[in-house]
């Protein structure tokens, strides 16, 4: 069964830092890209990041660009994203989704996690 | 970037089908994939590559997709199907794009 379980979530001020953790299992993690989409309260999906499966290519969407970096050890089955300068609009449910791809290219997202919250507030 | 429009909501009463909406500039040339939310829940892929099912997925939910819309349909509609329903493309402009969400109310 594949399990996606995000962690590091909280409540952080404006401008501080927060790294968010993702543990997979019940699958070849590095068989496949891995993604970060968020929700904001009551708001709909936002793809923020994405990471090919050897780390060779990675994406961001232009809101998080310079700002946000995703990583992943795939010894370890686990998926990270590197929050900084955050911001109050940042804050959301950030979910860790799995692609059915090895890289990044035109597809989707068979598995997601339960998600992890990040409030940005002072 | 590329703008995925769905109708806010949708409301449909129990047994009949539900239509909900994609809509995009040539959408058609694209691969349109849907996921299911339910409240406090994380999204669900129900439909893929426009109109395959994943496994676990009931034949009720299908799709289609042509033009400048793709369609999500949900046949016999039942009370757990309410839920929030997202399309979602990959376009070079804004990579993986997600429509703004329809919430489907069974009535």
């Known amino acids: 069964e594949v399990q996606l379980v995000e962690s590091g979530g909280g409540l952080v001020q404006p401008g501080r830092s927060l790294r968010l953790s993702c543990a997979a299992s019940g699958f070849t993690f590095d068989d496949y890209a891995m993604h970060w989409v968020r929700q904001a309260p009551g708001k709909g999906l936002e793809w923020v990041s994405g990471?090919?499966?050897?780390?060779?290519?990675?994406g961001y969407a232009d809101s998080v660009k310079g700002r946000f970096t995703i990583s992943r050890d795939n010894a370890k089955n686990s998926l990270y994203l590197q929050m900084n300068s955050l911001r109050a609009e940042d804050t959301a449910l950030y979910y860790c989704?799995?692609?059915?791809?090895?890289?990044?290219?035109?597809?989707?997202?068979?598995?997601w996690g339960q998600g992890t919250l990040v409030t940005v507030s002072s | 970037s590329y703008v995925l429009t769905q109708p806010p909501s949708v409301s449909v009463a129990p047994g009949q089908t539900a239509r909900i909406t994609c809509g995009g500039n040539n959408i058609g040339s694209k691969s349109v994939h849907w996921y299911q939310q339910k409240p406090g829940q994380a999204p669900v892929l129900v439909v893929y590559d426009d109109s395959d099912r994943p496994s676990g997925i009931p034949e009720r939910f299908s799709g289609s997709n042509s033009g400048n819309t793709a369609t999500l349909t949900i046949s016999r509609v039942e009370a757990g199907d309410e839920a929030d329903y997202y399309c979602q493309v990959w376009d070079s402009s804004s990579d993986w794009g997600f429509g703004g969400g329809t919430k489907l109310t069974v009535l």
């Open positions: 990471i090919s499966w050897n780390s060779g290519s990675i």
């Open positions: 989704a799995k692609d059915i791809r090895t890289g990044l290219r035109p597809s989707y997202f068979d598995y």
